[in-house]
């Protein structure tokens, strides 16, 4: 089984950054895919961006391209998120998740382990 733990979140002031780091405990299959999500209170869950084993990486929404990069260091069993020019909007809970598949899936459907969250919050 695989244990994901994320870290990094916190408090910032809009335009800052944060690097949100997601590592994947007793990861023993180096091709899964890892996404990650976001969910802001009474919405949904939120696809930000996802990675494949060997370094392919697909994104989200437009408010996200061009502000966030996704990559992986299969060394260090971690996956980080750097997010830029963060804005309030960007408030919510990140989770990160694994995946058995082999393309990448832009739904929280086909994404078989999942982390407990940490909590992002911008401030203005």
């Known amino acids: 089984q695989v244990q994901l733990v994320e870290s990094g979140g916190g408090l910032v002031q809009a335009g800052g950054f944060l690097r949100l780091s997601c590592v994947a405990a007793?990861?023993?299959?180096?091709?899964?895919?890892f996404g990650w999500f976001r969910q802001a209170p009474g919405k949904e869950r939120e696809f930000v961006a996802a990675i494949t084993w060997n370094g392919g990486a697909t994104y989200g929404s437009d408010s996200v391209k061009g502000r966030f990069t996704i990559s992986r260091d299969n060394a260090k069993n971690t996956i980080y998120l750097e997010m830029n020019s963060l804005q309030p909007a960007d408030t919510a809970v990140y989770y990160c998740?694994?995946?058995?598949?082999?393309?990448?899936?832009?739904?929280?459907?086909?994404?078989?382990?999942w982390g407990q969250g940490t909590q992002v919050t911008v401030s203005s």
């Open positions: 007793r990861l023993t299959f180096s091709r899964f895919i």
């Open positions: 998740a694994a995946s058995f598949r082999s393309t990448v899936v832009t739904t929280d459907r086909g994404y078989d382990y």
